[in-house]
């Protein structure tokens, strides 16, 4: 069983990556909160816990890590802080640390902010550390969803390294795709959009693999 850190862990997307992982027979989820009060519902479900805050000093949460999911926002709030420097931090430990993957649930638009005005300084956030992540030399895979819905998951989704079109995708289906990335045989040292779609997560994948390897 691999130990996955998730940084993130008590967010909407984040809880439904937990339980996946938790579910897994591959990978054991290591949820990275806050404060105490957020260990307790982990803890009662039998999921390891580490308290750690992005804005801080980070090095012991990535001990005994083999693998990170970087689900992780402010919400607004800190951008910088949390959305951009906060991801660098997490690299920088797990770099030293000898983490043999790091999936980064990014943006679709990520890739130029400055044509979303109300926007623009969280997908800025995420465009720099995306670009960090990219020259960190560990081994990455950034998935950039279109708009999240609380809708149930389908299982199913578009991707392509550049969709070119907006669309919605469910938490859920962002969530599959995170752990889905986390697989040896996943795109790794790619960028890849995903929307709602027709095509299993898993086949679509594998589709966009085989164009990049």
Same mark, same amino acid.
């Given at each position: 069983m691999e130990n996955i850190l998730v940084a993130?862990?008590?967010?909407?997307? /984040? #809880?439904? %990556?937990?339980n996946l992982l938790k579910a897994s027979q591959y990978f054991n989820p290591v949820a990275m909160v806050r404060k105490e009060e957020q260990q307790k519902q982990?803890?009662?479900?039998?999921?390891?816990?580490v308290l750690a805050d992005l804005t801080e000093d980070l090095t012991h949460a990535v001990k005994g890590i083999d693998k990170v999911i970087f689900a992780a926002g402010s919400g /607004? #709030?800190? %951008?910088?802080?949390?959305?951009?420097?906060?991801?660098?931090?997490?690299?920088?430990?797990?770099?030293m640390a000898n983490i043999n993957r790091f999936v980064m649930l990014s943006s679709m638009g990520a890739d130029e902010p400055e044509a979303s005005e109300e926007l623009q300084e969280y997908l800025k956030a995420k465009q720099n550390?995306?670009?960090?992540?990219?020259?960190?030399?560990? #081994?990455?895979?950034?998935?950039?969803?279109?708009?999240l819905t609380n809708n149930e998951g389908k299982g199913t989704i578009?991707?392509?390294?550049?969709l070119n079109k907006r669309g919605e995708i469910s938490?859920?289906?962002?969530?599959?795709t995170l752990v889905k990335s986390l697989n040896d045989d996943a795109p790794y040292n790619t960028t890849f959009e995903i929307i709602e779609g027709n095509t299993s997560i898993g086949e679509a994948m594998s589709e966009f693999q085989?164009?990049?390897s």
């Amino acid at each position: 069983m691999e130990n996955i850190l998730v940084a993130g862990a008590n967010g909407t997307t /984040g #809880k439904q %990556v937990v339980n996946l992982l938790k579910a897994s027979q591959y990978f054991n989820p290591v949820a990275m909160v806050r404060k105490e009060e957020q260990q307790k519902q982990f803890k009662d479900d039998g999921v390891e816990t580490v308290l750690a805050d992005l804005t801080e000093d980070l090095t012991h949460a990535v001990k005994g890590i083999d693998k990170v999911i970087f689900a992780a926002g402010s919400g /607004g #709030k800190n %951008v910088l802080e949390v959305d951009q420097e906060g991801a660098k931090r997490l690299m920088a430990v797990s770099k030293m640390a000898n983490i043999n993957r790091f999936v980064m649930l990014s943006s679709m638009g990520a890739d130029e902010p400055e044509a979303s005005e109300e926007l623009q300084e969280y997908l800025k956030a995420k465009q720099n550390a995306d670009e960090h992540l990219k020259n960190s030399g560990l #081994k990455y895979t950034i998935v950039r969803p279109g708009s999240l819905t609380n809708n149930e998951g389908k299982g199913t989704i578009e991707l392509k390294e550049k969709l070119n079109k907006r669309g919605e995708i469910s938490r859920a289906d962002v969530a599959q795709t995170l752990v889905k990335s986390l697989n040896d045989d996943a795109p790794y040292n790619t960028t890849f959009e995903i929307i709602e779609g027709n095509t299993s997560i898993g086949e679509a994948m594998s589709e966009f693999q085989s164009t990049v390897s």
